[in-house]
């Protein structure tokens, strides 16, 4: 039997986020206390491998947009990172 017919899920396309703000840290780890790495204009689109979003200790995909005190995990220029969900939307 394969994963596939044991009901296993498959992983959540990538999604594209948009920043609505200028100078959005994108932040090492998912936390304001996390160095950033760099930051995101007005306009600048990122990607979410896997739609991936975090809530304090939850961790999980997601289909639309998370709560306001989320963070989505991102690849920002080749970087693993974070943004806070107040700042970008789901494009």
């Excluded at 986020?17 to 204009?41: C, D, E, H, K, M």
């Amino acid at each position: 039997m394969s994963a596939a017919d044991a009901g296993a899920l498959t992983p959540a396309n990538n999604c594209t986020l948009q920043s609505i703000g200028s100078g959005v840290n994108v932040r090492r780890q998912p936390t304001t206390n996390s160095a950033s790495l760099g930051q995101l204009q007005r306009g600048q689109r990122v990607t979410s491998p896997g739609c991936t979003f975090t809530i304090g200790q939850l961790v999980g995909p997601v289909c639309g947009r998370p709560r306001n005190d989320a963070w989505w995990e991102v690849d920002f220029a080749g970087t693993h990172g974070w943004v806070t969900a107040d700042c970008v939307n789901v494009i």
